[in-house]
């Protein structure tokens, strides 16, 4: 119980710490919002797609693929689209908060957290199966987001714009480079691939400090209806749901670790400006990325603790 205990601070205190020095900064007048929007666009367009990278070009690919793991993940998620685009409309009959609501229940922050529990539980290297199902999980999230934003808004959805949109997601750039070098067996020089772990090495520490300047948990939304809905649905009934599910399917180790992540990481931070982007309510958006990256320090924590303390994790 007392190595569960651990375990999971191991997790939760470094994200905790980070975010702090963020929020720190921000109140102290050292760093604003506004100036932080810049880093955020670099973390988007730069960082993350090189940890991905970096993950991917590392990844040992002669034990195969998760397949298991992968079919699962995705009739899980076409599960939560489903759940995602049907359930908010019946409590909210705004199809601005509505959309906004789904997205957050499907679109989880799951690189960053990924990549940050994994490595906490298993040390340097251990984020294998959570970059692996990464490939899988990052498109089908993007897409569901845009799907369920766009219905909302027009009514219906061009697969065409749909696809040219996942493929200029820089995730899905970055992957796909990775994948290319893999297949072509491409050598990086030494000097090129230090910049790139140097890069890659940097992002969870750059991006949770990035989230700590963004949040401001004084600033409520005016629908707390609307925001306490995506909040639980997010952190509680999709976890609650599809965790047990993962246990009874006999996902143990990593492979557990990497579905927590899918479904109970907090709602992305790309989920603000995709919202506002596409007509739907960005204020909800950026409080439903606050409000449940706050709570998912004590959720992943529990989580973590409760599946250490029963040998599953």
Not at 40 to 47: G, P
Not at 235 to 257: D, E, N, Y
Not at 273 to 285: I, K
């Amino acid at each position: 119980m007392t190595e569960s205990f651990f375990a999971a601070l191991r997790v939760v205190v470094p994200m905790m710490l980070l975010m702090l020095i963020g929020w720190l900064s921000r109140t102290q007048g050292m760093i604003t919002r506004d100036s932080m929007k810049e880093y955020d666009r670099l973390i988007f367009k730069i960082f993350m797609p090189t940890l991905l990278f970096k993950n991917i070009y590392d990844m040992d690919f002669s034990q195969g693929f998760a397949v298991k793991e992968m079919i699962f993940a995705s009739i899980c998620l076409l599960v939560i689209f489903i759940f995602a685009y049907i359930v908010p409309r019946i409590f909210v009959k705004d199809g601005n908060k509505s959309s906004v609501i789904g997205q957050a229940i499907g679109r989880g922050n799951y690189i960053l957290f990924g990549v940050a529990v994994s490595e906490a539980l298993y040390g340097e290297g251990g984020a294998g199966m959570v970059v692996m199902l990464g490939v899988l999980v990052i498109p089908a999230i993007n897409t569901f987001s845009a799907v369920i934003l766009e219905l909302n808004r027009s009514g219906k959805s061009s697969p065409v714009k749909l696809f040219i949109a996942i493929l200029k997601n820089p995730m899905i750039v970055g992957a796909i480079i990775a994948f290319i070098f893999k297949a072509f067996a491409v050598s990086i020089p030494a000097p090129v691939w230090s910049v790139i772990k140097s890069v890659a090495n940097s992002t969870t520490t750059v991006s949770f400090i990035s989230l700590g300047v963004g949040l401001d948990m004084a600033k409520s939304h005016t629908d707390k209806f609307a925001l306490t809905l995506g909040i639980v649905l997010r952190m509680l009934v999709i976890p609650l749901i599809f965790m047990p599910l993962s246990v009874l399917a006999g996902f143990r180790g990593q492979s557990l670790c990497a579905m927590m992540i899918v479904f109970a990481a907090p709602s992305a931070v790309a989920s603000y400006p995709m919202a506002v982007a596409m007509g739907a309510d960005g204020q909800l958006a950026g409080q439903l990325v606050c409000t449940t990256t706050v709570l998912s320090v004590f959720t992943i924590f529990a989580w973590t603790f409760v599946l250490s303390s029963m040998g599953l994790m």
